[in-house]
């Protein structure tokens, strides 16, 4: 089976949707079967956006970018200080 991937803001709009069906009187797993998801994904991703607004995820997505860059940043600066001791070291 193929796997969907949802954006943050798809989580949070469909989230939105499932409180208000749940509000109703619906059942989760009613609920879950509207939205095309398990239970076990309507857990996890109440438990990871659950209370998050759509700036919020801006800014999650912001800081997770950034946070890409910087570990690239800190692979290639310790690749060449491994290099420049190995050269100082007369091992090559």
């Known amino acids: 089976m193929k796997r969907k991937y949802h954006r943050p803001e798809q989580i949070v709009k ?6 208000a069906k ?3 009187g619906q059942t989760v797993d009613q609920v879950c079967r509207q939205l095309g998801i398990s239970d076990a994904t309507y857990y996890n991703w109440r ?11 801006k800014q999650l997505k912001a800081v997770q970018k950034e ?11 310790s690749l060449d200080n491994a ?6 070291s007369g091992n090559y």
């Open 22 to 24: 749940l509000a109703q």
């Open 67 to 77: 946070n890409t860059q910087l570990k690239k940043l800190v692979a290639d600066l």
């Open 14 to 19: 469909s989230l939105r949707e499932a409180e």
């Open 47 to 57: 438990k990871q956006y659950g209370q998050m607004k759509l700036s919020q995820i």
């Open 83 to 88: 290099i420049l001791k190995e050269t100082l």
